[in-house]
């Protein structure tokens, strides 16, 4: 499997590819990891995520041009927690475990670590969302849960909170 | 004893100066994520933006504010149901019961206006207002260890607490 991975590249995203992130954010299984339905809020925020490209905290996976996967690092503006980040993440639907995610992920912690002196993530995911036993292997702890946070199709889901010493 | 008598409105924009001298308060300031002046007036801009859609109280001892609770309504509808609030009292004002006459009529304005059926905040630990929370039912659900970061390298954890309408 890793030697598969290999043949990945990560590239700091561009903006250009947050075209391909639109694209995965209207699959509604895709979107039932994010807390917005409406696609003006999805373009909210993938403006933020615009503003991240320009600090070079966002990453992009792929292979001869094409984009399997995009992570960045949120990266808070206010002295007092600019210490501590969020983490977003999106893997192609067709090429979930695969271990996309585990490289991106690995490559965002050493970011995080060396180029913004991070010192722990402060993670907001939903309950039953697939990235939730990846976060576990990678040693995040779940600090805490928000139950019915979230309502999507006649369903509450638990919004759970991770955070990771790095 | 003279009590004090104190009557509640929606926010006004002229509020919002009187709400950026609480925070220039160093014991207030140690309670919310921003420090520098600049991340001041951000936050100041971000909630004076919720006075028109009438969801930020002001509490008012004569023709002046002296506290104020603001919700934070989601635009989205997956979260329509619940949200975050803020409740704040001016430095000279705290211990006469203005937090506890504000949350009652902030989870008032919440339930029937807003049509909310969960509340909840985030506090930083040693905070004396989490007792109030804690008097009106409010639940720790989460400690974020290490939120905030002093300008001293004091680091705070964060509290989520939450409650029923």
């Given at each position: ?142 600090v805490g849960k928000h139950p019915e946070y ?9 919004r759970?909170y ?5 | ?30 309670w ?37 609770g603001?919700i ?10 619940q949200t975050l609030f803020t409740l ?11 937090g506890?006459?504000?949350l009652?009529?902030l989870m008032?304005?919440a ?7 969960d509340l909840y905040l985030e506090v930083y630990q040693g905070n004396p207002a989490i007792r109030l929370y804690e008097r009106f039912g409010f639940q720790k659900i989460a400690v974020r260890?290490?939120f ?9 954890d964060q509290w989520v607490m939450t409650r029923k309408l």
């Amino acid at each position: 499997m890793w030697e598969l991975l290999s043949s990945y590249q990560i590239r700091y995203t561009e903006k250009k590819d947050l075209q391909q992130v639109r694209q995965w954010l209207k699959d509604p299984e895709t979107r039932r990891g994010f807390p917005f339905d409406e696609d003006e809020v999805a373009d909210q925020f993938l403006l933020g995520w615009e503003q991240l490209t320009r600090f070079q905290a966002s990453l992009t996976v792929v292979q001869e041009e094409k984009i399997y996967a995009v992570g960045a690092i949120f990266l808070m503006p206010y002295r007092k927690v600019a210490h501590q980040s969020s983490l977003y993440l999106i893997v192609d639907k067709e090429h979930r475990r695969q271990k996309i995610g585990s490289l991106l992920l690995n490559n965002l912690i050493e970011l995080a670590k060396t180029r913004f002196k991070i010192e722990l993530f402060q993670l907001e995911v939903f309950e039953g969302f697939p990235i939730l036993p990846l976060l576990g292997n990678f040693g995040f702890d779940i600090v805490g849960k928000h139950p019915e946070y979230m309502r999507d199709q006649g369903k509450s889901f638990a919004r759970i909170y991770l955070e990771k010493f790095l | 004893m003279k009590q004090d008598v104190w009557s509640i409105r929606f926010s006004e924009p002229e509020d919002g100066k009187y709400l950026g001298n609480w925070f220039q308060d160093d014991i207030t300031r140690r309670w919310f994520p921003f420090y520098e002046p600049v991340e001041i007036e951000d936050t100041l801009r971000s909630i004076v933006k919720m006075f028109p859609q009438k969801a930020s109280l002001t509490a008012i001892q004569g023709k002046e504010p002296v506290g104020m609770g603001i919700i934070y309504p989601h635009a989205t509808k997956k979260l329509a149901h619940q949200t975050l609030f803020t409740l704040i009292v001016a430095p000279e004002h705290r211990g006469k019961k203005i937090g506890s006459y504000l949350l009652v009529q902030l989870m008032h304005l919440a339930k029937n206006y807003f049509g909310l059926s969960d509340l909840y905040l985030e506090v930083y630990q040693g905070n004396p207002a989490i007792r109030l929370y804690e008097r009106f039912g409010f639940q720790k659900i989460a400690v974020r260890h290490h939120f905030l970061k002093e300008p001293s390298g004091e680091y705070l954890d964060q509290w989520v607490m939450t409650r029923k309408l």
